[in-house]
């Protein structure tokens, strides 16, 4: 599924138009039915449902939602809350159908008079702004936003809840905080923010005929199951642990074991054929026992960096530490031109000094930041980064032609050419030490099995977040949930898809 800014809706809603010869009334009346379709999930007979109308297009849609409600038997008021003169064109013609259809609507004079209906009402239904809006909402919007933000009522937007701009950027505005938005057609990329993504509440997208082969292609989507489904390596009655991949970690130290034997572990749980180990040999008796199937290597005179020949892929830095040391095996890995190379934690911090490096490689490249680490890559601040993650991500996977995986709720997978994919998969017991060296282990080995790299790097995030809301579904909640739960549990995320 695309996921869009509001140029690009712009532009989607021309091309059906002038292409497909749909016209602006049409997709009108399909985005609106589907909307009321898709709210009565969420609402009942007995409700009574206000419907809050603006002045742009959301507004028309707002009139086709109170018309297709009140046909089906729904308790609806329609509260035009602009002047008759500021609607027009195909929301003046949806409001003149709404009118023909023998329903009245209520036109705002004072906000008290809302506010008596918004006490008596169930349910709110916002059809004031969206993807126009511009800047922080101006009245009489701003005060009805916080008049419907203020009472117990089930508050349902549509398209985005009004106020919410549609872009990433933007931090300086008040929006309607839905419970519930049904998003037409293609969800807008402030769906996947963490600043903006919390007023959409629960969120599915309604599909209003717009004409697939014609619609431009903008290269950034979400990566759902059945994408997964379509791309997932499988494992042939004749192979051998030679055609799954032989990777090598490097990572771990005395006082971090963990970190390198959760990668290795969630490795071969994720498929690879062997998996070899690279740390220190004062960690080798504590990481051994957890990952029995792990083979351990040693470089010239017990050094960190083994021989590099061999592997089909290599992930550096999980409890690697941060000397100067291991910032030489840093440096030689990136100068290595033959692996596909993957770098978590102390390897990111490590690896800032040889950015200037990465696009000489001449294999994948895979860096798998958190914030944090993305902040230190790039010298702007972790605030800033979340603000615009879709444009830092992609400025800085072409710049140094890397695949980069931008971790959080919402995980953002970026091409060398700017590809963006987005996994919203997982929850918040995800957020505990050790999820991102399980992410690791995943990573590297989709990365042997799957020639694809977007493929394996979209599967492998899916696949962790998915078995995380697996587990707290069933045994486990988002509490006591540990990584290394995560890695027993992709068995059951597999089964899913063997079955
Ligand atoms: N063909 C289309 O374009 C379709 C559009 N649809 C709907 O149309 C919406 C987009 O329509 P519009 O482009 O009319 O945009 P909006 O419906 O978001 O409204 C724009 C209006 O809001 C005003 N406005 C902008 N920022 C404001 C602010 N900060 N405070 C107060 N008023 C502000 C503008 O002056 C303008 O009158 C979509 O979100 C979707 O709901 C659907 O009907 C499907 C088809
Ligand atoms: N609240 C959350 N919801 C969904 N996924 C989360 C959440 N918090 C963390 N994650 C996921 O958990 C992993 C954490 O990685 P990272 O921050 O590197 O952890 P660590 O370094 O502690 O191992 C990432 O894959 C991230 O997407
Ligand atoms: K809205």
């Known amino acids: 599924m695309d996921i869009v800014t509001a140029q690009e809706m712009y532009e989607r809603d021309r091309v059906a138009m002038e292409a497909a010869g749909l016209d602006g009334k049409m997709l009108m009346e399909n985005a609106g039915r589907a909307v009321a379709y898709d709210f009565l999930r969420h609402i009942q007979k007995e409700h009574k449902i206000v419907v809050l109308i603006g002045a742009g297009n959301n507004g028309g849609d707002g009139f086709v939602i109170a018309r297709t409600l009140l046909n089906l038997g729904y308790d609806v008021e329609a509260w035009q809350v602009v002047p008759d003169a500021k609607t027009t064109g195909d929301a003046e013609a949806h409001k003149r159908i709404f009118q023909a259809s023998g329903h009245p609507y209520r036109l705002l004079k004072s906000s008290e008079d809302l506010n008596t209906s918004l006490c008596r009402a169930d349910v709110c239904i916002d059809a004031m702004l969206g993807i126009g809006v511009k800047g922080r909402l101006r009245e009489p919007y701003a005060d009805i936003v916080r008049l419907c933000n203020e009472r117990s009522i089930v508050r349902l937007a549509v398209d985005l809840p009004s106020g919410v701009p549609a872009d990433e950027g933007e931090e300086d505005f008040e929006a309607f905080q839905a419970h519930y938005t049904s998003i037409i057609e293609a969800p807008k990329q402030s769906a996947f923010l963490q600043h903006t993504q919390p007023y959409y509440g629960e969120w599915s997208v309604v599909e209003i005929g717009l004409p697939p082969k014609q619609l431009p292609d903008h290269r950034r989507r979400l990566w759902g199951r059945a994408d997964v489904e379509r791309t997932l390596p499988g494992r042939e009655a004749h192979s051998h642990k030679g055609s799954h991949g032989k990777g090598l970690v490097i990572g771990g130290s005395r006082l971090m074991p963990g970190s390198v034997a959760m990668t290795a572990r969630a490795a071969l749980r994720s498929g690879a054929g062997l998996i070899a180990v690279s740390t220190d040999s004062e960690a080798i008796p504590a990481i051994s026992p957890y990952v029995q199937e792990a083979t351990f290597v040693e470089g010239e005179n017990g050094g960190r960096v083994p021989d590099l020949g061999g592997y089909d892929g290599i992930a550096v830095g999980m409890g690697l530490g941060r000397n100067s040391m291991q910032e030489t095996v840093v440096e030689r890995l990136v100068r290595e031109k033959e692996t596909p190379l993957l770098v978590d934690a102390d390897g990111l911090y490590l690896l800032k000094g040889f950015l200037g490096e990465l696009k000489n490689r001449e294999v994948p490249t895979v860096l798998t930041p958190h914030p944090g680490e ?56 995800l957020a505990k030490g050790g999820s991102g060296d399980v992410l690791s282990g995943i990573l590297l080995s989709m990365m042997m099995q799957t020639e ?48």
């Open 452 to 499: 694809h790299v977007m493929d394996a790097l979209s599967n492998g995030c899916f696949l962790h977040g998915s078995t995380a809301d697996l587990l707290v579904q069933d045994g486990h909640s988002k509490v006591d949930l540990l990584a290394s739960d995560v890695i027993e549990g992709l068995s059951r995320t597999f089964r899913t898809f063997s079955s």
């Open 374 to 429: 993305f902040a230190h890559l790039t010298g702007l601040s972790i605030q800033e980064i979340l603000r615009a993650p879709f444009s830092y991500s992609k400025e800085f996977a072409e710049k140094h032609g890397v695949y980069l995986v931008l971790k959080g709720p919402s995980t953002i997978i970026t091409g060398p050419d700017g590809e963006q994919r987005v996994d919203v998969s997982g929850n918040a017991g």
